[in-house]
């Protein structure tokens, strides 16, 4: 779109951009054309895009991806955006703020990027909401104020660096790609803006309380300028803290690099499960078709041998009927990565199912002082792991504390956005979640 066809469709919707909203509309279309392309777009894909005012980037974008979500703050150009494109295939609209949108209801879109040329006002509250772990978006293209992308991809000892550095890249590869001049927007804003595409993290850092994490960079960027060991909560001895990261006694958290605010983080993580994503040496009972108890074995030789063991499943449940998803550890045997019943586990040898359940409750989520409820039970089939499993319900409204070493994430999800999901991307999920969830029929 053209800057002439940008302000007429501001002035046929009756839109007087607003300072306040951050409403600068970008009115270069080769720009917007190369913005787009840094997305790496497939036509399997889905694109969320928050911000679109008049549709510059959309434009390039509608009726050649799998689905475009376009998320607009404005509601006169959400209702010029849905005229536009009520007659390509896999567009919708939604009038809503970026910073408060529901980001569980993305996951069932998977493969999905992000795209924004995102307002000045609430830029950062929109990457919190939506960019934060966890999120489904594997690659992301968002503009905003230089000064900001700055921000996001300083390095320790510089003055931008800080607690919204951290939280950026403790998710995301920062990569600013490219300043946008005052020129390429109507109205003018009095700063410069830069485009940078984001790439989420592998297997580069070790595997850490995320929430602790956050605790402890606020803590230390609270005053910038005082000794780090100051601010810290109390935790391990810091002399030798200090020098097992490499640092003087001295350092202050602006010094730190991500790589060392990780291990700080795991030092302060007081959790006995936090190195222990499972035991190979654990021992099970090994079981017959009919449950009945045959052996033992551990845990190693029960998976390599493919022999009948026993496990629970626990769905945790809150008072708005969300059930409890885990995202298993990277670390994990066994579906790492995927996302998983509220708790799982196996039976150790001489334990029964009840015990199980209360003790995986408290070792995988911090759950106690409930009474759960056995619901269903499955054979040892392929799709459970060669496990008898029973199923138990739970109700739980509270925190949840979990091992990073066994447990990537923890997501409430409205039934039916799983059921979405589910149908959409079953491969996001472990087998033993899937052949639950589909005994359960919820």
């Keep these: 779109m053209t800057g002439r066809e940008i302000r007429d469709v501001l002035d046929a919707a009756g839109v007087l951009p607003s300072k306040q909203l951050g409403q600068n509309f970008l009115i270069d279309p080769n720009m917007a054309r190369w913005i787009v392309s840094q997305l790496d777009v497939r036509s399997e894909d889905a694109i969320v895009e928050v911000g679109p005012g008049t549709g510059s980037l959309s434009e390039h974008l509608a009726g050649k991806v799998r689905r475009l979500i376009l998320i607009e703050f404005d509601a006169r150009l959400a209702e010029v955006l849905r005229e536009r494109y009520r007659d390509v295939p896999g567009v919708e609209v939604h009038h809503a703020d970026g910073a408060k949108f529901d980001g569980r209801t993305l996951f069932k879109h998977r493969p999905l990027k992000f795209l924004g040329n ?65 020129e390429a927007f109507f109205p003018r804003p009095s700063i410069d803006s830069c485009v940078a595409v984001l790439r989420p993290r592998g297997d580069d850092l070790p595997a850490f309380d995320a929430r602790l ?18 601010q810290l909560p109390a935790g391990p001895a810091w002399a030798p ?16 690099t991500l790589a060392q605010w990780i291990e700080l983080t795991r030092a302060f993580d007081p ?19 009919d449950d009945q108890v045959t052996g033992t074995a551990t845990r190693g030789e029960v998976h390599a041998n493919h022999l009948l063991h026993r496990a629970v499943h626990v769905f945790v449940f809150n008072k708005r009927g969300d059930l409890l998803l885990q995202q298993r550890s990277r670390l994990k045997d ?18 029964d199912y009840p015990a199980a359940a209360l003790r995986e ?58 059921k979405a999901w589910v149908a959409a991307c079953p491969a996001d999920f472990a087998a033993g979640f899937l052949a639950c969830w589909q005994t359960l029929a919820l």
Excluded at 218 to 228: D, I, M, P, S
Excluded at 241 to 256: H, I, K, M, T
Aim: proline fraction near 8%.
């Design 241 to 256: 803290l200090a020098a097992s990261l490499g640092v003087a006694p001295s350092v202050r958290g602006e010094e730190l």
């Design 361 to 418: 409750l408290a070792e995988e989520m911090g759950i106690t002082g409930v009474s759960p409820t056995q619901v269903a039970s499955l054979p040892a089939t392929a799709a459970t792991g060669w496990e008898q499993v029973r199923i138990y319900q739970a109700r739980h409204d509270g925190p949840l504390v979990f091992p990073c070493a066994e447990v990537e994430a923890a997501l409430w999800m409205p039934i039916a956005e799983i």
């Design 118 to 182: 995102l307002p000045y006002s609430s830029g950062g509250a929109i990457l919190k909401n939506l960019l934060n772990r966890p999120h489904p978006f594997e690659r992301a293209v968002i503009m905003l104020q230089k000064e900001v992308i700055d921000r996001l991809a300083a390095s320790p000892g510089t003055k931008d660096y800080g607690v919204l550095s951290l939280r950026t890249q403790v998710n995301w590869h920062v990569t600013p790609l490219r300043s946008v001049p005052p």
């Design 334 to 351: 066994v579906h790492p990565g995927l996302w998983d019943s509220s708790v799982a586990g196996h039976l150790d040898a001489g334990e």
């Design 213 to 230: 994490f956050d605790e402890l960079i606020r803590r230390g960027f609270a005053q910038r300028r005082k000794q780090l060991k100051n």
């Design 271 to 289: 959790h006995p499960l936090k190195d222990t994503p499972q035991n190979a040496g654990e021992i099970f009972d090994v079981v017959d078709a």
